[in-house]
């Protein structure tokens, strides 16, 4: 079974700055894909980024990009010029390219934003 | 604009009350979920659905059962309420898989969540 680790309970950015998320996950798969949501206070889920393993470009959207690294499955999510509506929960996904499939949830990480 | 609905946003009920935690969909989407969100435990799969009438068990399935008699319709159901099932609930829906519309269309969609507190 897959497995999905966030090693950050909590972290904090002040605005403006750079952070980055960590993210490792188990799986003897070759497709698959990777998210990172993000749960603000309201505790609506929201996508941030996704990434298709078989792409071996970095995804990014806008002031959000990830370190995809396939062979140390690892996708750390970094958060460019921090603003405070950027604290939230951030979550870590991986689902299978096979059909039927859920996602899989690290943990969570908190993310704060100091003015 | 892609919309998951859960009938609730807070609820409240008694110990040994039957539950029922209702989800919308109107997205056309196959797959359908069912995630309990504690503190430090992060999202755990109770139930999914990948069509009408089909079910398949999660990590903790126990004292939950579902039930999806239309395709954008999936029920929770608490068939004895607990204190320990306190807890956040959430649902989700997703495209089967990418070769029915694409390879963009992957992710999980959310509802807003239902706090359900046992007492």
């Known amino acids: 079974a897959q497995t999905v680790t966030q090693s950050q309970p909590e972290m904090s950015v002040q605005e403006a700055e750079t952070v980055t998320l960590s993210c490792t996950y188990d799986?003897?798969?070759?497709?698959?894909?990777l998210f990172w949501y993000k749960q603000p206070p309201s505790r609506q889920m929201i996508l941030v980024i996704r990434?298709?393993?078989?792409?071996?470009q970095n995804a990014t959207e806008n002031r959000f990009s990830v370190n995809f690294q396939k062979a140390a499955k690892s996708f750390s999510l970094k958060i460019s010029d921090s603003q405070l509506g950027d604290a939230a929960m951030y979550f870590c996904?991986?689902?299978?390219?096979?059909?039927?499939?859920?996602?899989?949830f690290g943990k969570g990480t908190r993310l704060s934003v100091i003015a | 604009d892609v919309k998951v609905t859960q009938s609730s946003r807070y609820l409240v009920k008694r110990t040994g009350e039957k539950v029922f935690l209702e989800c919308v969909q109107d997205?056309?989407?196959?797959?359908m979920f069912w995630y309990r969100q504690d503190p430090g435990l992060g999202l755990r799969l109770i139930y999914f659905?990948?069509?009408?009438?089909?079910?398949e068990k999660g990590d903790i399935p126990e004292g939950y059962s579902v039930s999806r008699e239309k395709k954008e319709r999936f029920s929770l159901i608490l068939e004895s309420a607990s204190t320990n099932q306190t807890s956040m609930y959430l649902c989700?829906?997703?495209?089967?898989?990418?070769?029915?519309?694409?390879?963009?269309?992957?992710?999980?969609?959310f509802g807003q969540g239902t706090r359900l507190t046992v007492v």
């Open positions: 990434q298709e393993a078989y792409k071996q």
């Open positions: 799986t003897s798969e070759s497709d698959y894909y």
């Open positions: 996904a991986y689902r299978s390219a096979m059909g039927n499939t859920p996602l899989v």
């Open positions: 989700a829906s997703s495209l089967r898989d990418r070769t029915s519309r694409g390879t963009m269309n992957t992710e999980a969609f």
């Open positions: 659905s990948y069509d009408v009438k089909m079910k």
């Open positions: 997205m056309d989407h196959e797959n």
